[in-house]
């Protein structure tokens, strides 16, 4: 079945770091790609998305761009906040949208001032 | 606040109880979806609504567990004979199929743990 595979944490940056959290996914078909976040105290919410192969989706400052070759998702920052730290979750969903998400196991990431 | 709305927040009860949670979606969604979360995992998929009909549901989700909802509005999921393995957080999230797909929007979850 499909799955997504993270890069283990927790991840401890110094503020202005550059950030990479390395995402793979396994699927049939095509899928569309995610990143969520969760921020302490609060509920998962959309990061950045991309629906087809060398398309990027950005917000915040963060980055992934979708890479069919070598079916990776992987999100960068180039220069981390304290405002950051929080745990962060790929996930993708077939490109029809009617399979429900499938999440990876999420990385946290604590951003020390 | 219009956002996703769970209640309760927080429970804890005794192996063999029975337990119910609710989940208020945002107002005009509507796609409704249940997650379970275990510490150190990500959201596993249970069960999820279009309007009122249950359209999916997840092999993890044991006969002991049943999810409804009646008019398309808010959803319950009733956990029967509960064991310590269904100790979790509960997760509940709503979109709108037109908004884009895979844009979930969740609640801060339910947290049950099960003595």
């Known amino acids: 079945g499909d799955s997504v595979t993270q890069m283990e944490g927790p991840v401890t940056l110094s503020e202005e770091a550059f950030l990479t959290i390395n995402c793979t996914y396994t699927a049939t078909g095509y899928p569309s790609l995610f990143w969520y976040v969760q921020y302490p105290g609060e509920g998962l919410q959309l990061l950045l998305k991309?629906?087809?192969?060398?398309d990027k989706g950005s917000n915040k400052g963060f980055e992934a761009t979708y890479r069919k070759e070598t079916t990776s998702f992987h999100l960068e920052k180039g220069s981390v906040q304290v405002s950051d730290s929080a745990v962060y979750f790929c996930a993708l969903n077939t490109v029809d949208g009617n399979t429900p998400l499938v999440f990876g196991k999420g990385t946290r990431l604590s951003v020390i001032a | 606040d219009t956002g996703v709305s769970q209640n309760p927040r927080h429970k804890i009860t005794k192996r063999g109880q029975n337990v119910t949670f609710r989940c208020d979606p945002i107002s005009e969604h509507n796609r409704l979806y249940w997650y379970r979360q275990t510490l150190g995992q990500g959201p596993e998929f249970l069960t999820y609504?279009?309007?009122?009909?249950?359209?999916?549901k997840s092999r993890l989700l044991s006969d002991r567990f049943s999810a409804e909802r009646p008019k398309g509005s808010f959803s319950t999921l009733e956990i029967q004979r509960t064991e310590q393995g269904d100790s979790a957080m509960y997760l509940c999230?709503?979109?709108?199929?037109?908004?884009?797909?895979?844009?979930?929007?969740f609640g801060e979850g339910s947290r049950l743990t099960v003595l």
């Open positions: 609504f279009q309007n009122e009909a249950q359209l999916e």
């Open positions: 999230a709503s979109s709108l199929t037109a908004l884009g797909l895979g844009e979930l929007f």
């Open positions: 991309a629906t087809k192969a060398d």
